[in-house]
């Protein structure tokens, strides 16, 4: 028989059972477009540059960054900033070949500007940082 509960009774079938499955799996939509922005880092300038640009009105809310200091012989200190600039990190090393990777583990924006500012690497070298930040902007 087929239980009914554990427990409890159960149904005994007798004859044919005839069950249609449908063989199309049902999936939810998938979006057509992203909810987060992404801009590509592309910074070689000693001091403020800026990876993220304002828009007035608005504040940019960090939820990803990844970069590798690309440079073959230079060590940089960086601070992430926002462009009025208000620090949202001390200067931390980045070694030659070295990289910085911050995401948003719990769904919380690593970094928010000032409304109407931008987001910049502060490099204490002129060194190549290569990588992606991913933003909402509004």
Known sequence: GIPLAAG??????????????????????????ANW????????????????????????????MFFVNSDPTTVTNITIQDTTPTSFSGAFRVITGGSFNGNDANGEPLYVSAIGKGIQLNSSAAVQLSGTVWYTQS
């Open 37 to 64: 922005s992404q801009a590509p880092i592309n910074v070689t300038a000693l001091g403020a540059n800026v990876i993220i640009t304002a828009v007035g009105g608005q504040t940019i809310r960090v939820m990803r």
């Open 8 to 33: 409890g009774a159960s149904v005994i079938v007798s004859g044919t059972v005839t069950a249609s499955v449908s063989s199309a799996v049902v999936r939810p939509a998938s979006p057509t477009t």
